[in-house]
């Protein structure tokens, strides 16, 4: 049995996909779904999915051991950055060694960084006449969207493009190849 936390601050979709691709999989278990927003869409989905949600504080995350030890406890494989918008303390990256991964919505190393999330990347992207956007895949370091890549997938942008046109192409890429990824992670 593999076991997935899934981190969210926002809306959520990315989690939900991921829980329903997992569903039906006997071998991976979401014993916990953690966010630093207390109004965040993904406690909702969470709720609805069955799923356990945790809700923290920043002091919890970047003043005590209380997260790695709940991961540590639940006795977590991966953890999953899905739409988190918090740097990862260094005590939890040394206490999950290649075990952290996030998705940022653009090709990465370009369009990444503090600041640099949702629309404010498709806004960019667009700004700078980019052919083309897509998603990264990569491992969590100390930095902003900046650890080892694992996988990317790209487009090519239309002449008409809008932030919340490419969100959604972006979304629909995301829950392509999110759920295969990690499977595929778990599998080594
Ligand atoms: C995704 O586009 C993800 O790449 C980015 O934030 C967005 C989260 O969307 N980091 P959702 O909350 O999963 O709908």
């Known amino acids: 049995m593999k076991k997935i ?3 969210a601050s926002g809306n959520g979709s990315n989690v939900q996909r991921i829980a329903t691709f997992f569903k039906t999989n006997p071998d991976v278990e979401i014993p916990l779904v953690l966010t630093n927003n207390p109004g965040a869409g993904v406690l909702q989905r969470a709720k609805n999915l069955g799923l356990n949600t945790l809700v923290f504080s920043k002091d919890d995350f970047y003043h ?8 540590n406890r639940e006795g977590i494989d991966l953890v999953v950055l899905a739409g988190f918008l918090w740097l990862i303390p260094a005590t939890m990256i040394a206490a999950f060694p ?3 991964i996030n998705i940022h919505p653009a090709l990465l190393p370009k369009y990444g960084g503090k600041g640099m999330y949702g629309h404010h990347v498709h806004e960019a ?3 700078n006449k980019e052919k083309k956007s897509g998603i990264t895949i990569h491992y969590v370091n100390e930095k902003y969207d900046d650890g080892q890549i694992i996988f990317q997938s790209s487009f090519d942008l239309a002449a ?3 932030p919340q046109s490419l969100a959604e192409k972006i979304h629909l890429q995301e829950y392509e190849h999110f759920p295969k990824v990690i499977e595929k992670l778990l599998k080594n």
Request: charged share 25%; hydrophobic share 55%.
């Open 64 to 71: 005590s051991q209380k997260i790695i030890d709940i991961l």
């Open 5 to 7: 936390a899934l981190f």
């Open 98 to 100: 290649n075990k952290i």
């Open 160 to 162: 008409e493009e809008t």
């Open 125 to 127: 992207v667009i700004a």
